[in-house]
């Protein structure tokens, strides 16, 4: 499992901000596998994006895409790009979660 996380910043405002979940934060960093930042896109939580239409889905895969370029053109981000979302989001919408 490929691990990646932002680098120590105000978290608080990261939470509120993003659909990153909140039980992912130890000590002073934010970490997640690829499977967890696709589910956080989950387009978006109670939602599975199996039952979202195609326009919503792409609608809020391309807001998370933008928001995780920003968070790496801050430098708060190492090893997962949007291109890499886009990619996982589009995985994980061809089969859809089992747990």
Do not use: C, H, W
């Not at 896109?41 to 920003?70: C, H, P």
Request: overall charge negative.
């Amino acid at each position: 499992m490929q691990k990646i996380g932002l680098k120590s910043i105000n978290l608080g405002y990261l939470i509120g901000e993003t659909n990153l979940k909140k039980d992912l934060l130890y000590f002073d960093k934010l970490a997640f596998d690829e499977n967890e930042l696709d589910l956080s896109i989950s387009l978006s939580s109670t939602v599975g994006n199996t039952l979202l239409g195609e326009e919503k889905f792409k609608e809020t895969l391309n807001f998370q895409r933008a928001e995780l370029d920003y968070l790496q053109e801050k430098g708060l981000v190492e090893g997962f790009n949007s291109d890499d979302l886009k990619k996982a989001a589009y995985e994980r919408k061809l089969k859809p979660f089992t747990d």
